[in-house]
């Protein structure tokens, strides 16, 4: 009644003084629209009484603990193999000085190393090199590079992103960019006895990568001509497309520490077996103290080994368990009716 005493009221003061007032006048009906914007939907109002949560509590750590154990079980049944090699493949006489090792390409950067299978592996087996202390999510250093490029190849003339690894010798490079530029360049090779295994390097990368992301005719061009070569050489005659190594290090880490994927076996592995690894050691990691370590590993249903995920289920089901029993200590000692809950809700909403 006020809102249309006000409109009736501007209605004719508007009409004496020549304009035309408009009021708005809310809809008095019993619509959907009018119920919610006047905030009065049927709405639920859960009563929280301590039995309910203490139960709630109880559910939640019930659940979470099995949960957490499957997982860790999980975690626990991959096998894998961690081996740091970085320091190990250095010769004695370079030890005190990496960095003259690791930048003097007349020095064999080869390598071999032997490992023991711990336990059965069933393939696939992973292969993933690790490295430690690198920070490919600096900011100039995830700018660094073109995605039109890498599609459209010599196309795509506006490379300015690539800075400064845009131009060599006064010609553009493809693929640009520093990520390109300091792709990582050592090699394994995997002896069992005396037999080469065979490593999967095909179709190891993501497959919309390959189809969207990398031009099936662009072709490497101008790439490490540069005075400073900062990792591994492309095939020229092959198609970015096909060039998988590049295509799984263009996808940048967000952590310091992380594995890439090298090659897949596709053989089981005994154990106590005991396998060779020929290696060449060329990534310089040396002039930032980064590591590098070369993983074996294989997965099942929840991935590959992460004892995170378990863990965390695990605390927050004894959390939930020992929030419930605090909870009905409380409630034995000093217990609340539901009456007693109802009145001071009411106490507290007449307050207001």
Same mark, same amino acid.
């Given at each position: ?5 006000? $409109? !009736?009221? @501007? ?8 304009? *035309?007032? /408009?009021?708005?006048? +809310? ?77 003097? $390409? !007349?020095? @064999? ?8 299978? *711990?336990? /059965?592996?069933?393939? +696939? ?228």
């Amino acid at each position: 009644m006020e809102m249309e005493r006000l $409109s !009736s009221s @501007s209605s004719s003061s508007g009409s004496s003084s020549g304009s *035309q007032v /408009h009021a708005f006048v +809310p809809r008095r009906s019993g619509g959907a629209f009018y119920k919610f914007t006047q905030q009065s939907l049927p709405t639920c109002k859960p009563s929280l009484t301590p039995v309910s949560v203490i139960i709630t509590f109880l559910l939640m750590g019930v659940v979470f603990i099995p949960v957490g154990i499957i997982c860790l079980h999980a975690s626990d049944s991959v096998v894998e193999i961690v081996d740091r090699y970085d320091n190990e493949c250095i010769p004695e006489v370079y030890r005190s000085n990496k960095l003259a090792y690791i930048k003097d $390409s !007349s020095i @064999s950067k080869n390598c071999s190393r032997t490992i023991r299978v *711990q336990s /059965h592996m069933k393939a +696939p087996i992973y292969i993933y090199y690790e490295l430690d202390n690198y920070y490919q999510n600096h900011r100039r250093y995830i700018k660094s590079k073109n995605d039109k490029q890498l599609v459209r190849g010599l196309d795509q003339k506006d490379t300015s992103t690539c800075q400064p690894e845009e131009y060599s010798n006064g010609l553009p490079i493809v693929p640009c960019g520093l990520i390109a530029w300091s792709l990582f360049n050592d090699t394994y090779t995997f002896v069992r006895e005396t037999v080469e295994m065979n490593v999967k390097r095909k179709n190891i990368s993501w497959e919309s990568d390959r189809t969207h992301k990398y031009g099936k005719d662009v072709y490497p061009y101008n790439f490490q001509n540069g005075t400073l070569i900062g990792g591994a050489r492309l095939d020229p005659s092959i198609p970015l497309s096909e060039q998988e190594d590049l295509i799984i290090w263009m996808r940048v880490a967000a952590l310091p520490k992380f594995r890439k994927l090298y090659g897949i076996i596709e053989e089981d592995l005994e154990a106590d077996e005991l396998l060779t690894v020929h290696l060449t050691n060329n990534y310089n990691t040396y002039s930032f103290g980064g590591k590098k370590k070369l993983v074996l590993t294989t997965s099942n249903w929840l991935g590959g080994k992460n004892n995170f995920l378990g863990l965390a289920y695990i605390v927050a089901g004894c959390f939930s368990i020992f929030t419930a029993i605090l909870f009905a200590l409380l409630h034995v000692k000093n217990p609340r009716t539901q009456s007693d809950v109802a009145c001071s809700l009411n106490r507290k909403f007449s307050a207001r």
